[in-house]
């Protein structure tokens, strides 16, 4: 019973002290979901719903690199324009060279590594502010898109393509929905219950093994109960899925690794890290590389789902909608404090709301209002959290 006490009590401490978790989006989601279900029943039909999920993959793939750079306290604005260019290197390399769809898509992914590189190089060699060469790279990428695609201006993936396919046609099977969501749980009960070992054994405060048990069967019936729904139309699609995949694999990454410690560092601050021994300009460099390789795979999602390339492709809110994703999904404008899953989370958010709008025939202009509120009610959020934390920790 001390040790539960315990645990409530340094759960409102946190609270208290601003750090308030994913409980805000998780409530917009909640809020978002009674509005437009009420304006329009159609909005969370599973068939609908299944679609919405499959719109966030690109975008989300996006915003994941965007996490990423958040992290250390930098900003890349020209993920829109590197989808752009990954987008228009898959159509030109399968469709005018007749490449095989795989050396097409290496060829995109690549692009974006080198572009990754350039971008760190300049940061940390040149000590060029991130917002600076970035936007620069905006520029420059629009016009390489423009001359990839060439005279032809817009190419289409042919629809019977398996990339094609994968983004628009595949969901998985019934079945292995079900053991997705049972070994996910699973491995989060399992992940819980060793944190809690290794904290009883270091004499701190954990949780019980019966409330990390309910936790866990509560997330079981939260995602068989999902997969039952969205299997009621088309199911979970593949493409979300591999999105989910990036999402848990950069977690892990982050809070499991050598890398991931130095990326909080960073962006906690970048002398301290560099006094503790760590190789700031490689961590830097590393992420502006995942940052553009994501935004590149995003593109690749994106042409796919479209079946097609063109010069509007990753314009537009492609680069807004991404940042903000991050942003609204938790992730620090000041970086050292986020996570992973903020780009899931966001963009969730994100393609609610601009679906939900969509159905109640509300135009574009009222849908950029409306993200650009949310958005800076995010980062007001995040500022007061910030000013809450430092307070509580001068007191």
Known sequence: MNRDAGVVALTLARVRSGDVGRMPVVLALVVIAVVFQTLNPVFLTSRHLSD???QCAAIGTISLGIVLVLLIGEIDLSV?????????ILAVGAVQLQWPLPLAIGAAIAAGCVVGVCYGVLRTKLGLPSFVVTLAGLLGLLGVQLWVLGDAGSINLPFDSWIVQFAQQMYLPHWLAYLLAVGTALAYTATLLRRARRRAAAELESERTLTIVVRGALLLIGLVGACWYLGLSRGVGVMFVVFVVLVVAAHLAL???????????????????????IRVDRVVVSVFVLCSALAA?????????????????????TNLNAI????????????????????????????AISSGLTLVNLSSAVQF???GAVLVF???????????????GAG
């Open 378 to 392: 995010a980062v007001a959020l995040d500022a007061v959290t910030r000013r809450s934390r430092l307070g509580s």
């Open 255 to 277: 809070t499991r690794t050598r890398w991931g410690r130095s990326v909080f560092a960073v962006g906690g601050s970048i002398e301290a890290a560099r006094r503790a021994g």
């Open 297 to 317: 795979t995003g593109g690749v999602l994106a042409a796919a789902r479209l079946a097609a390339a063109n010069q509007s492709t990753g314009a537009a809110d």
């Open 80 to 88: 829109g324009s590197m989808s752009g260019v990954a987008a228009a």
């Open 369 to 371: 209002m409306v993200t």
């Open 52 to 54: 919405l999920l499959m």
């Open 324 to 351: 903000a994703a991050a942003i609204i999904g938790g992730a620090s404008l000041f970086g050292g404090r986020g996570s992973a899953f903020a780009a899931l989370l966001g963009v969730v958010v994100i393609q």
